[in-house]
């Protein structure tokens, strides 16, 4: 809950199966809130893979589920 209240972004990190993704899920629905959960891959390089990258070709950003989820948070500060 504090966590939530510095506005920071939270990183859980355990094995697989720990219930990481259903406690976040539960808590957020216990408190009104929205849950993101943007899974990390372990072969992500750079990041490019978590923040999204400019394609010269199409001459636009290509955004990832991350950077969308930090707008959709930016546009509702009052949203948990």
Known sequence: MTLLKTHDIIILSGLSGSGKTQIVKAFAEALGGVAKIIPVKPNWTSSDDLLGYFN??????LPTPFTEAIVEAILNPHQI
């Open 56 to 61: 010269p070709i199409q001459s636009s950003y």
